[in-house]
């Protein structure tokens, strides 16, 4: 098969920045060419936090929104390939996944007939001004199916990470977390366990006017406050059987706001960073015993991979696993999702499945996306 060169862009529940990938396929390998990280500006951030929730006018806000970060997408792509030195006539397709603005997938409460999951970031403007071929709008096939629209990366990992005999947990912490399990035979589970990074991030901008907690640095000056932390894992998400997913419709500052309300005094502000590192570890840990899966090597990807302060706790907390990051599977963790939106376009040029039914609990598998030709 001859070497292709595809494009993966992401922008996760952080909305920090839009990471576009690189990557390089062949018969039996998936490689990271280049990496390029393009801002969001601040402004059109705060419009994309405004339309997670319900709103004034959403359709101008949201149509507007849509090509403004289509633009920004085409342009990380374009300063990717200015980067290279790669032409668009090389690239086979970029795969963009958008930004997640609305995701109400499923549950008890939510019927099939009503979810529905909604990401922008015009395809056609990427295409239009990349002459890229773009795939995207990836998850609602899978939710017409009566699946869960996420996690999609599980099927990536399965490719990439899988080694036949061997058995290990794929755990990406992005603005939520979820795990991957991968069996020796082949077969894998994978489900939303809960927050990863947002709740972190958003107290740290809160309180120190920081993007994130470096390293857990902050985290680690503080004390895990055991009646918040309590509370937080009482969230009737978490006992959750998979599949399932989540978002910022549910793990947001409102949400943080009300269980520390609940407390008869303030809670520094540095412990409720340290309970919230310690809710995002918990909840891993809960959700591989929720599965009865003990890993012998569970690795962390996403931004969340960089923070030694989480992978300490993690191992402590799940001794006796080697806990580490998908660099030791040969790519850089916070590179993970962008190359697997990449893959999932070639997936989708090749008709193929994108999605995993034991994953996401769609009724079959299916191609996923749509094709944008340049």
Known sequence: MARELLIGLMSGTSMDSIDAALISFDADTVNLEATHEHPIPAELRETMLRLCASGADEIEVMGVADRQLGELFAA???????????????????????QT??????????????AFTLQIGDPNTIAALTGITTVADFRRRDVALGGQGAPLAPAFHRAVFGRPGESCAVVNVGGMANITVLYPDGNMLGFDCGPGNVLMDAW???????????????????????????????????????????????????????????????????????????????????????????????????????????????????HPCKVTTTSDLGLAPEWVEAAAFAWLARQTLAGLPGNACAVTGASTESVLGAVYAA
């Open 204 to 318: 740290i901008a809160r309180h120190r006017g920081r993007p994130f907690d470096d390293d857990g640095q902050w985290a680690a000056s503080g004390e895990v406050h055991t009646a918040l932390l309590k509370r937080l894992l009482s969230e009737p998400f978490i006992k959750l059987p998979a599949p399932k997913s989540t978002g910022r419709e549910l793990f947001n500052k409102v949400w943080l706001g009300a269980y520390l309300d609940q407390l008869l005094e303030p809670v520094p502000a540095e412990n409720v960073q340290a309970t919230l590192l310690e809710y995002t570890a918990q909840t891993i840990r809960l959700g591989l015993e929720q599965i009865a899966f003990e890993p012998s090597t569970l690795y962390l990807c996403g931004g969340g991979a960089r923070n030694g302060r989480l992978l300490k706790r993690l191992a402590a907390l799940i």
């Open 76 to 98: 990380a792509a374009n300063e990717l390939l200015a980067a290279t030195g790669n032409a668009a006539s090389q690239i086979t397709a970029i795969g963009s996944h958008g």
């Open 101 to 114: 603005v609305r995701h109400r997938p499923p549950t008890t409460t939510n019927p099939a007939a009503s």
